[in-house]
């Protein structure tokens, strides 16, 4: 009871925030199907299955790639499709329910994280605002878990605020507990998101640097390096083959297109605006990558008040936090094109608005500082709380999705990839080795064995007349055969070659050869009856990973033995102000929430039919009897050579669509001579077969102005065109500008010197 007694009741009321923010999660059934969402869930159910089979820690996908296979799990950082399995007894049929127990974890995980951390700048009332801060950041609530529904990355960044608040108590001399929390913190989010991970790692780099010479707490230096040293041994078993054998997989993760960072950045006018309501009539939400402005605010007004009082002793420690939130605004904004063109690997980031996640984490002091000093009243503080989380409530109304998922068996997994939207969980065919010259096709004989398994993965149109080849045994990291044959023959398989995969014949390894242009495996087979198992084991990468990560558990548990315990190690007792108000204004925003947010078109709304609301400039045209414009948005028509002209269009499918249309927009002058342009494959981010025709579809384009482009007027030519036909679809008819293949829009754009 005395232990109870002396919980810090603000915990409670910050997993009573986190819990708030998952309200989607757990209010409605199901997961979306147009989001990063799905391919998180056929990862965790794939793992699933070979969990099931006893493979332990699966490093190979054998049901990606139509049945072929690939080694995804070697190089995506794993631990949320394990923990995802774990919540729910490694049952892969239930990925949908563990996914979600995954996002509604990472919501409470963030919420205690930031309120942990901002406890240690603003006590207990400053840990509140944090917590709500960070919890109902646009990018923690709404983009990352709801419009990306990226479940790694969200797990990761969840706890960037916890790893922060040990480490902070790493550097004043926390003992065994702090230690042993600072090393597995910051482990399990390299493991759960690589480039997250990769993100922390350099924040607590120039963190214990600022610890060490600016704060002057050398002391505690090579505690901290010790504890980095293990984080680097622990995750050896996943870093060290991903080091080793990147050579091995294709990553196509950089260049022009999609994923050219260049084309990602936020204009800081986006990057401080509201959330504003979501209009569930489009397929896809149009919020932009905002880091929330009444966080902003919280945060710029602790900077001033800390700034003011140099003399207060946390003023320095604040102010890495400051200095860091300034870093990553930078990385955000297009002012940092230079840093990214020139910093080597910053590339692979693709997004620079991905550290959008580490600045809600980082600002988290300063509004927590704030909070306490600066917001006296108890009531202050509850009114800046309240205007806070009813400024977020647009990012609790989500875009609706269906109650049932669909299809998680295996054979359900490769329907998906007959959709064409991704295969092997991605659009771009990453981690597929390098030896596949050709994405091969996907075999009939595999996806019918698929119905009646095992599933078989021979080519049985290469065996020679009189022999025969019988699956005996089967898991997804080994497959036994009983073969007979009246002659030696070359065994071929529809199933990617890779590193570790070996086959024994009567338990003697054979040399295996790789069939190009698919890149299959095959393997000479003696005449006669054999045995013949066909195993992926580990490689010696991952065989010294394994042994540097067991070496690391052990320095762990040699450090637990030896720290002794500290008073960082110790909750913080707490101030003693009664935290009933700040509970009951929890209450009422739950209440507020059910009974006037989900009862109006506040927070969210619909566009009627035909029509979407959001458009800036309404200009329609029909092309052919397939789509229709329905108008436009034009950013800036006042632009220098250099810069980015930003049009974002709207359209509609005007009836059910079996071919994928692509997009164009045209900066011309005078017409017929082009000065720059931007062509969209899949306008709006998804084939034009598969868009509803009760939605609307928002397409946006980035037209980088060339520097030599002379001064003068624009116009802005729109068009669609079948790539594979090479032709153009007519325009039946327009509002304004219409020609025969291509529509003018009714916005004149201006370019200075």
């Given amino acids: 009871m005395r232990k109870l007694r002396a919980l810090d009741k603000g915990l409670l009321l910050a997993l009573a925030l986190g819990f708030l923010a998952a309200w989607p999660f757990w209010s409605r059934p199901g997961l979306p199907q147009a989001t990063d969402a799905e391919l998180h869930i056929y990862r965790t159910a794939e793992l699933g299955y070979s969990l099931r089979e006893g493979i332990l820690y699966p490093r190979w996908a054998p049901d990606f790639y139509y049945g072929h296979g690939y080694p995804i799990f070697n190089y995506y950082a794993p631990f949320t499709y394990?923990?995802?399995?774990?919540?729910?007894?490694?049952?892969?049929?239930?990925?949908?329910?563990?996914?979600?127990?995954?996002?509604?974890?990472?919501?409470?995980?963030?919420?205690?994280?930031?309120?942990?951390?901002?406890?240690?700048?603003?006590?207990q009332r400053g840990g509140l605002l944090a917590a709500a801060s960070f919890a109902f950041s646009p990018y923690v609530v709404l983009i990352n878990p709801h419009i990306r529904g990226v479940l790694a990355e969200?797990?990761?960044?969840?706890?960037?605020?916890?790893?922060?608040?040990?480490?902070?108590?790493?550097?004043?001399?926390?003992?065994?507990?702090?230690?042993?929390?600072?090393?597995?913190?910051?482990?399990?989010?390299?493991?759960?998101?690589?480039?997250?991970?990769?993100?922390l790692l350099a924040l607590l780099v120039l963190f214990s640097l600022w610890q060490g010479w600016v704060l002057g707490r050398k002391q505690y230096f090579g505690r901290a390096l010790a504890a980095g040293l293990l984080v680097a041994l622990v995750t050896a078993f996943f870093l060290l083959p991903f080091i080793l054998e990147r050579s091995y997989i294709r990553l196509n993760v950089t260049g022009e297109g999609h994923y050219d960072f260049r084309g990602h950045f936020v204009r800081w006018q986006a990057l401080f605006s509201p959330l504003r309501p979501l209009d569930w009539a489009a397929t896809a939400p149009q919020v932009p990558m905002s880091a929330g402005f009444a966080q902003l605010l919280l945060a710029l007004s602790g900077l001033i008040w800390w700034g003011r009082s140099r003399l207060r002793g946390q003023w320095r420690a604040l102010a890495w936090y400051a200095l860091g939130?300034?870093?990553?605004?930078?990385?955000?904004?297009?002012?940092?094109?230079?840093?990214?063109?020139?910093?080597?690997?910053?590339?692979?980031?693709?997004?620079?608005?991905?550290?959008?996640?580490?600045?809600?984490?980082?600002?988290?002091?300063?509004?927590?500082?704030?909070?306490?000093?600066?917001?006296?009243?108890?009531?202050?503080?509850?009114?800046?709380?309240?205007?806070?989380?009813?400024?977020?409530?647009p990012g609790l109304y989500p875009h609706p999705w269906p109650a049932e998922f669909g299809d998680l068996s295996r054979r359900g997994m490769i329907d998906f990839e007959l959709l064409g939207?991704?295969?092997?969980?991605?659009?771009?065919?990453?981690?597929?080795?390098?030896?596949?010259?050709?994405?091969?096709?996907?075999?009939?004989?595999?996806?019918?064995?698929?119905?009646?398994?095992?599933?078989?993965?021979?080519?049985?149109?290469?065996?020679?007349?009189?022999?025969?080849?019988?699956?005996?045994?089967?898991?997804?990291?080994?497959?036994?055969?009983?073969?007979?044959?009246?002659?030696?023959?070359?065994?071929?398989?529809?199933?990617?070659?890779?590193?570790?995969?070996?086959?024994?014949?009567?338990?003697?390894?054979?040399?295996?050869?790789?069939?190009?242009?698919?890149?299959?495996?095959?393997?000479?087979?003696?005449?006669?009856?054999?045995?013949?198992?066909?195993?992926?084991?580990?490689?010696?990468?991952?065989?010294?990973?394994?042994?540097?990560?067991?070496?690391?558990?052990?320095?762990?548990?040699?450090?637990?033995?030896?720290?002794?315990?500290?008073?960082?190690?110790?909750?913080?007792?707490?101030?003693?102000?009664?935290?009933?108000?700040?509970?009951?204004?929890?209450?009422?925003?739950?209440?507020?929430?059910?009974?006037?947010?989900?009862?109006?078109?506040?927070?969210?709304?619909?566009?009627?039919?035909?029509?979407?609301?959001?458009?800036?400039?309404?200009?329609?045209?029909?092309?052919?009897?397939?789509?229709?414009?329905?108008?436009?948005?034009?950013?800036?028509?006042?632009?220098?050579?250099?810069?980015?002209?930003?049009?974002?269009?709207?359209?509609?499918?005007?009836?059910?669509?079996?071919?994928?249309?692509?997009?164009?927009?045209?900066?011309?002058?005078?017409?017929?001579?082009i000065w720059t342009q931007s062509d969209h494959l899949n306008p709006g981010g998804f084939p034009t077969s598969q868009w509803p025709v009760e939605r609307y579809v928002w397409d946006e384009h980035r037209l980088p102005l060339p520097p030599d482009l002379p001064p003068g007027e624009y116009q802005l030519s729109v068009g669609v065109y079948l790539l594979a036909a090479n032709e153009r679809l007519p325009v039946r008819s327009a509002s304004w500008g219409q020609r025969a293949d291509h529509v003018l829009l009714e916005q004149i754009i201006y370019v200075g010197k």
């Fill in 82 to 123: 394990h923990l995802a399995n774990w919540l729910t007894g490694v049952q892969p049929e239930m990925a949908v329910v563990g996914v979600k127990r995954v996002f509604i974890l990472a919501h409470l995980l963030g919420a205690v994280g930031a309120y942990l951390l901002g406890r240690e700048y603003g006590q």
């Fill in 154 to 199: 969200s797990f990761a960044v969840s706890l960037i605020p916890l790893t922060l608040w040990l480490w902070e108590r790493l550097w004043r001399g926390g003992g065994r507990w702090v230690f042993t929390g600072a090393v597995l913190s910051a482990a399990v989010t390299l493991l759960s998101h690589n480039l997250t991970g990769l993100s």
């Fill in 325 to 393: 939130t300034a870093l990553l605004i930078l990385l955000i904004l297009p002012a940092s094109t230079t840093l990214w063109e020139r910093l080597p690997g910053l590339e692979f980031y693709q997004f620079p608005w991905r550290f959008l996640g580490p600045l809600a984490a980082l600002w988290i002091p300063l509004i927590a500082g704030w909070g306490y000093a600066a917001l006296r009243p108890r009531w202050a503080l509850g009114g800046v709380l309240a205007l806070l989380l009813l400024a977020s409530l």
């Fill in 421 to 673: 939207r991704a295969r092997g969980t991605t659009s771009t065919d990453d981690f597929i080795p390098t030896t596949v010259d050709v994405i091969p096709l996907y075999q009939e004989s595999v996806l019918a064995s698929y119905q009646n398994p095992p599933v078989d993965r021979v080519n049985r149109h290469t065996l020679p007349e009189g022999a025969t080849v019988t699956i005996v045994e089967q898991r997804g990291n080994l497959t036994r055969f009983d073969v007979a044959a009246p002659e030696a023959f070359t065994l071929r398989l529809y199933q990617f070659a890779f590193p570790g995969w070996r086959v024994y014949v009567d338990g003697i390894e054979v040399e295996t050869a790789i069939a190009r242009p698919e890149g299959f495996l095959t393997t000479p087979i003696p005449a006669g009856s054999s045995e013949v198992v066909v195993r992926f084991q580990d490689t010696p990468a991952r065989r010294w990973g394994w042994g540097i990560a067991l070496v690391g558990l052990l320095g762990l548990l040699v450090a637990w033995l030896r720290l002794p315990r500290s008073a960082e190690d110790e909750a913080t007792t707490p101030e003693g102000e009664c935290l009933w108000g700040y509970a009951v204004l929890l209450a009422a925003f739950a209440l507020f929430k059910v009974g006037v947010g989900d009862t109006t078109p506040w927070f969210h709304y619909t566009s009627p039919p035909g029509v979407a609301l959001p458009v800036q400039t309404t200009q329609t045209a029909e092309f052919g009897d397939q789509l229709k414009l329905f108008g436009f948005d034009v950013v800036d028509t006042r632009l220098s050579p250099g810069d980015t002209l930003w049009v974002t269009l709207y359209w509609a499918a005007q009836q059910p669509l079996s071919t994928n249309y692509q997009v164009f927009v045209h900066l011309i002058r005078p017409e017929g001579t």
